[in-house]
């Protein structure tokens, strides 16, 4: 029992220490899933016929999705965004996927021509199909488009879409829609409208309510990032996408107070269940409820939450930290179980230190906790490798390998501890200070050489009797 006792009690803190690497991992993985599908989604236009003008167009919607998405997953956010590819009339270029965001690109040379394709109203694109040769009258014109009759025809063909430019073409764009709107307001009034929405909504970028937003392209990027992906082979270096530009220290603490929480939530559950389960059991019994019980699992839920947390933003942050790159390229390719198993230990032994500095432990109970739990903790880290393997649900496997696994090297932890103790008493082996060698002769040997043995434990001091005697003047 006293063994599974201690089992148990290693993998409640080893539980909070996993959970915040597997979620620093997940963290960083998230954000790579981001760039490689960007790289793969350029990759694609290898070898496309499409001149650069209108090529420029196509790379600048993957490039403003691509990097909102990386965004988006560098602020742990489940907002992403889509292309839709489709070339109906009015359609959306992006659309969110879990918000109701859509944006519509225009790449011209300049910000006068991209204002005015994003202001263009539908009576405009009528005129434009006509002088191209089209036969349709404009009611059979609008009703092939999926317009009504009633529509207006001076409405944006782009209405309530986000308009976005080249980001040095704002200033230019801005100005130009200004004045449009400072005369039309003069000389016809049905068509200010159309442009004050384009005004309202003109961007440089993709943008959520929570923050996320793609980074900006200018027109001459887009050329060249239209010239490169036709050639192909476009890696995350060359675009500049990778964890070490991307991800900064104060995204990695935000991620980091996320899973510490998680964390937290982990360790008191654990930390209270015995007590919940001995009140319970002790109200079966007794039907009575034990005070005393109740006090110590709400003292247990307050101090397992509060060391959870810790833990968990303190592995999350190292991991994520190694993972992105932030702590050199040697570190990226480190297993992050082996991360939670060196945070677990280490934050063992700095609390077990502070506990012999103020006198609660000695040195030597101090060697043989961390003797233990680095056995047990190995065999946690190896169980959890290997469930893994067989439970693909991600937290879920590993978690359960390494709560079997605690138990399990706790149980033969114990079985071999004495084994071993004789050991270094027969061999005089210290076991890193386990086992303390004075090299002192026994009581036996000291009487077989003649010398005298003073047993201080044995000897009783014999107080003199006094007697008092009155003295009768």
């Not at 990759?43 to 965004?71: M, P, Q, R, Y």
């Amino acid at each position: 029992m006293e063994s599974f006792r201690k089992g148990y009690h290693s993998f409640q803190k080893y539980a909070a220490d996993s959970n915040g690497v597997i979620e620093g991992e997940k963290y960083i993985e998230a954000v790579n899933i981001g760039i490689t599908k960007l790289v793969k989604d350029l990759n694609k236009f290898k070898n496309n016929k499409a001149s650069i003008d209108t090529l420029k167009g196509d790379v600048a919607e993957f490039w403003h999705a691509g990097t909102f998405n990386i965004n988006s997953a560098i602020n742990k956010s489940k907002n992403r965004v889509k292309v839709d590819r489709s070339n109906a009339f009015g359609s959306v270029d992006i659309s969110g996927i879990n918000f109701e965001e859509k944006f519509g690109l225009k790449y011209y040379k300049d910000g006068v021509s991209s204002a005015k394709q994003q202001s263009k109203s539908i009576f405009e694109r009528f005129n434009e199909y006509k002088s191209r040769g089209g036969k349709d009258n404009i009611d059979i014109y609008l009703e092939n488009k999926g317009y009504n009759i009633d529509t207006v025809l001076n409405d944006p063909v782009y209405s309530g879409q986000h308009r976005v430019i080249p980001t040095e073409q704002m200033e230019e764009a801005v100005a130009w829609l200004t004045r449009k709107i400072e005369k039309e307001s003069k000389t016809r009034p049905e068509q200010v409208e159309r442009y004050k929405e384009t005004l309202g909504l003109l961007t440089d970028r993709l943008r959520d309510n929570e923050g996320n937003e793609s980074i900006v392209l200018t027109e001459k990027d887009a050329r060249n990032l239209a010239q490169i992906s036709k050639e192909g082979n476009i890696t995350s270096e060359e675009l500049h996408l990778n964890t070490e530009e991307l991800i900064k220290y104060s995204d990695i603490l935000k991620q980091a107070y996320k899973a510490g929480l998680t964390s937290a939530t982990i360790s008191m559950t654990l930390k209270v269940a015995p007590g919940v389960l001995n009140a319970l059991i002790y109200l079966i019994k007794t039907g009575e409820i034990d005070k005393e019980q109740f006090e110590k699992v709400g003292f247990a839920a307050v101090t397992g939450a509060g060391e959870g947390f810790i833990r968990g933003t303190i592995s999350a942050a190292i991991t994520a930290s190694c993972k992105a790159g932030l702590c050199g390229n040697t570190l990226k390719v480190i297993d992050p179980s082996i991360i939670g198993a060196v945070t677990t230990l280490t934050m063992n032994t700095m609390k077990n230190c502070y506990k012999v500095s103020i006198g609660e432990m000695s040195r030597r109970q101090v060697t043989s906790e961390m003797i233990e739990e680095m056995f047990i903790t190995t065999c946690a880290l190896t169980a959890g490798s290997i469930s893994q393997s067989f439970i693909e649900i991600p937290v879920l496997g590993y978690m359960l390998g390494s709560f079997v696994g605690s138990l399990a090297g706790s149980i033969i932890y114990s079985s071999v501890y004495t084994p071993v103790i004789s050991f270094c008493i027969d061999t005089g082996f210290t076991m890193f200070g386990l086992v303390e060698q004075d090299y002192k002769l026994s009581e036996e040997i000291l009487k077989e050489i003649g010398i005298e043995i003073f047993e201080y434990e044995k000897f009783k001091k014999k107080l003199p009797s006094w007697k008092f005697k009155r003295r009768i003047n």
